[in-house]
Structures are given as C-alpha cells and as structure tokens.
C-alpha cells in the first residue's frame, strides 16, 4: 500500500498517496534531517532504484511525514529505516518550503520541518540498501563548493537547502565563508 502523506489539495489538508502528491506537484508536508560533527555534514547517496533522484547526494535523510505523524518522530523514524541510526534526538531548526522539479515529471513542492543533530564521527549506522547506496562526512565549505561546481551530481533540495536557507538550517553549527 502506498504511504499516505499530509498533502493541500484545494487549499485543504489531507490524506493523499506519496507519488500522487509528486505526480500533481501538490503542495505538501515534509522531514529533513542533517547530521552533524563539528563543522561536517552526514551526507547520504540516494539508493540506484528510488522513483526519482536515484544515485544523487542528498541530506543526512529526508521523508515525508505519514498523514498524523508528528514531524520529530518521523526524523527519529527514518534516521533509523535509512541508516540505521538510533538514539539520536534531532533538535528543530525551522521550517522551509521550495518547489523543485525532480525529473520523470515529478515535483516536489514541500514544506519542510528541519531537523538538526549534533554527534561524533564514530556514529555507529548501517545503511539500509533499499534507501542508500553510500554515505560520507563532508566539511560544510567542501559540501557547498562540490554542489556548485557539480550540481547534477545533487538532489535539488540539497542546493536549495545550501543556497538559501544555510543560516536557518546550519547557524552557528559551521564556519563562516
């Protein structure tokens, strides 16, 4: 059964199915989780058979919220269903909306509730083949000169995410540029 999500359709929020929701470019609720250790970011590779942006770099995770599921537990959710990371609590950092254009006709047009989580190096995690195919620690500078050297190689939400909103999202968690 397809994942319901919270979605406006006709200026009403309910209950609509995930790929619907990208189908028609509604306007919908969404999670995204950064990792952090010092001045890096968890970063993750997108698993090979996702419906769109397979094998492109994106945030430590991101989902939808299933419809009456509260924001900080879907972070808490996912952290583990996409990289096996347990016990940590992400602190929310602000909410953020954008409309990108993900390919194979899909939109996203998400508002999101940002989630940030300070950790060491040594995180323990396993990563969840049918989400994930790699991750990597990237210094916050490194992450936003790649993304503009080599954006297709990117989710767009993670360029919207460094272009736009780094001082919501990151404050004082990375170095100044």
């Known amino acids: 059964m397809e994942i319901m999500i919270p979605a406006w359709v006709n200026g009403t929020l309910q209950p609509v199915e995930k ?97 940030v989580a300070e950790t060491s190096l040594t995180l323990p995690m396993s990563p969840n083949p049918d989400e994930v195919m790699g991750t990597r620690w990237v210094d916050y500078l490194q992450l936003k000169s790649e993304v503009r050297k080599t954006p297709e190689l990117f989710t767009p939400w993670l360029d919207i995410y460094l272009a736009r909103h780094s001082d919501l999202i990151f404050g004082d968690l990375v170095p100044a540029e």
């Not at 619907?20 to 993750?44: D, N, P, R, T």
């Not at 397979?54 to 009456?68: D, F, I, K, V, Y």
């Not at 940590?88 to 194979?104: F, I, S």
């Open 19 to 115: 790929l619907l929701a990208h189908q028609k470019g509604y306007k919908h609720k969404a999670v995204s989780v950064f990792v952090m250790s010092g001045g890096k970011i968890l970063i993750q590779q997108r698993a090979a058979h996702k419906y769109h942006t397979p094998q492109l770099w994106a945030n430590t995770c991101c989902t939808h919220p299933e419809w009456e599921e509260d924001p900080h537990h879907c972070a808490i959710r996912r952290l583990d269903e996409e990289l096996g990371i347990q016990g940590l609590y992400p602190k929310y950092r602000g909410t953020v909306e954008y409309r990108a254009d993900v390919g194979n006709n899909l939109i996203e047009h998400e508002v999101v509730e940002v989630f």
